[in-house]
């Protein structure tokens, strides 16, 4: 039930700033300010949040809105899939993060991999572009795609960066408790079955 207030919210929240963006006249403008005070109302409802955190998280952009894009990184090392230990909840995902205006995804990855995980890496191709809301992640006042791109490690060793506590290469059986707002256990086990078949076709929600 939450999930789906969320996602009501959500789209209160996106009719309400495109209205902002191209409404004619003070009424106009008056009115989607309204939707969107009432997008940001439901979401502090749900989330217990206050209402001016949840404004500048939420509701802070302008111009027509479009989804998030989290980009993750897929590295295999004999059988096993680099993981780094997330400083923000104490759990493990891919190394990834937003992508960054001015680079590539491919130029995204690269980053996001050295500075969480130590490894300098050569993108190679992408596995997956996912939307969010079609897997098991917990609510989130983001609507977001998800980009898995595989990448091979070409110079480097694993260490820690700022973001992350620790690095290290697991295999599918022994995978650590998962930051389920990044990345979920199906979603290694799809990455694995890249691994088992590299032909395997990019998959698209």
Same mark, same amino acid.
């Given at each position: ?9 959500? #789209? ?25 005070? *009432?997008s940001?109302?439901? *979401? ?10 949840? @404004? ?7 111009g027509?809105?479009t ?16 993981m ?28 996001e ?8 890496? $050569? %993108?190679? #191709? ?5 939307? $969010? $809301? ?6 989130s006042?983001?609507?977001?795609? $998800?980009?898995?791109? &595989? ?7 694993? @260490?820690?960066? *700022? ?8 295999? #599918?059986?022994?995978? %650590? ?17 890249? &691994? ?6 990019v *998959?698209?929600?």
């Amino acid at each position: 039930m939450i999930n789906k207030w969320l996602a009501y919210a959500q #789209r209160i929240q996106s009719i309400a700033q495109a209205g902002l963006t191209y409404a004619q006249n003070d009424y106009d403008v008056e009115r989607y300010q309204e939707l969107r005070d *009432m997008s940001v109302s439901m *979401m502090a409802d749900l989330s217990g949040a206050e209402i001016t955190l949840i @404004q500048n998280l939420f509701a802070s952009e302008t111009g027509y809105q479009t989804p998030k894009v989290d980009i993750r990184g897929v590295v295999f090392q004999e059988g096993k899939i680099l993981m780094v230990h997330e400083k923000i909840d104490g759990h493990w995902s891919l190394p990834g993060g937003w992508a960054d205006i001015g680079y590539s995804p491919g130029e995204v990855v690269v980053k996001e991999v050295q500075e969480e995980a130590g490894l300098i890496v $050569k %993108p190679i #191709r992408l596995l997956a572009l996912f939307d $969010k $809301k079609c897997h098991p992640h917990p609510p989130s006042p983001y609507y977001t795609y $998800k980009l898995f791109i &595989l990448c091979e490690a070409i110079s480097g060793s694993i @260490q820690a960066g *700022m973001e992350t506590h620790g690095v290290g290469f697991f295999g #599918r059986e022994e995978l %650590p408790p998962l930051s389920v707002e990044r990345n979920t256990a199906s979603q290694i086990a799809t990455m694995f079955e890249f &691994l088992d078949n590299p032909q395997k076709t990019v *998959m698209l929600d």
